[in-house]
């Protein structure tokens, strides 16, 4: 039995939906953006700030955004304001969603989707392994954009860009603060193409595998 | 009910095992180096020199083979011996081949292991995609290591070269007669790590999706 499983995706994938109907069916807590309130809590970031964060992720921006003049950046990364020795923002915020990304996992029960818990939970020794499933849900293009349009109203030609700049921006925060590579097989227990048999099958196939193995 | 599963691999990984055991729990007929005289009948050139063909996939070497002196390649990549004008061997095995795995996919109820067969069907009119499933399957380094140890007796560091090895060359086979890339996701209907679950674990969920889906 798996009582822990993360959910990577691309954009239009319905990966998110196929959490969330795992969860339900295995009678698992469901966490994504309700990650962004508890790193919040952990930190003492806002919840606001944070959520730029996870939507912007160039170290350009965050450098940029932090305090204006008062900040200056040091050669290993770290930040000082008025003298006062921290961490850049963005790795701040990646440590706040570590340390509660780890915490759900140590209790247990519950599906994750994306902020790496993939990469968090198998570099960690807290965790067993063997309770954990790592998923990748990917689609046909011709199906994410039906998806897209289908729930945004989002013509195809834009739905196209976006799907581009999503998943770039789900890449680049992912390669920035692992050492693996978004989408790459190595990271991943198994990897599913939505598009063949459809969100619920492919929830449903998801459930069969945390209960069986 | 997916009537034809292709099964690409890792080297290492099981997934020939996995597929056989996936044809006898289906009753399917299971194909891999049974291609090889199938396409010898249908292409008229060797056994021998198709299997060698298979496994020393650069031009270069296929065409110095080709009759030494008399043999003289065109600028679009045919061949002429003594006049008459042919394809370049490597182009003639591949054609072989896929004429195989397309006939012995319009039957149905088969197993088909490597040899582009996934691109070869994706890209068929001739194949409902609804009666397809196109698996991969990997491994983590570790378990891919211990199963060549136990089957082939090689120690670890030959073993990890001749993964890479032949990985390598499975992905230069593919990447040169398809149009798309040996291990991408896109190609695929599932990927599925075997260190995971296990060989067996992995047949029986493949053999559930081909019945279910």
């Known amino acids: 039995m798996k009582k ?7 954009y239009g994938s319905g990966g998110r939906l196929i959490g969330k109907l795992v969860a339900e069916s295995l009678g698992y807590d469901f966490y994504d953006k309700e990650i962004i309130d508890m790193a919040a809590q ?51 915020v990646f440590n706040a969603e570590r340390k509660v990304i780890l ?20 570099t960690s020794d807290e965790i067993d392994s063997k309770s954990l499933l790592n998923v990748f849900i990917y689609g046909n293009l011709e199906e994410k954009l039906k998806r897209i349009e289908d729930l945004y109203k989002e013509p195809e030609q834009a739905a196209k860009k976006t799907i581009q700049q999503i998943d770039k921006r ?3 925060h992912y390669n920035t603060f692992t050492e693996a ?4 097989r190595k990271n991943y227990d198994i990897m599913i193409n939505s598009s ?3 969100i619920e099958e492919t929830a449903r196939l998801i ?6 193995q």
Chains 1, 2 share one sequence.
């Open 4 to 10: 822990i499983i993360t959910i990577s995706r691309e």
């Open 42 to 92: 952990e930190s003492g970031l806002s919840p606001d700030f944070i959520k730029k964060t996870e939507q912007n992720l160039s170290s350009g921006f965050l450098y940029n955004l932090l305090l204006g003049s008062s900040y200056s950046g040091t050669a290993n990364g770290a930040s000082s304001i008025n003298g006062t020795q921290m961490l850049p923002l963005a790795d701040q």
């Open 103 to 122: 915490d759900l996992a140590k209790k247990g029960n519950c599906v994750i989707v994306g902020r790496c818990a993939d990469y968090i939970l198998n």
């Open 170 to 172: 789900r890449a680049n």
């Open 181 to 184: 590579t978004w989408g790459d």
């Open 196 to 198: 063949t048999a459809g």
């Open 207 to 212: 459930s069969e595998i945390a209960k069986h």
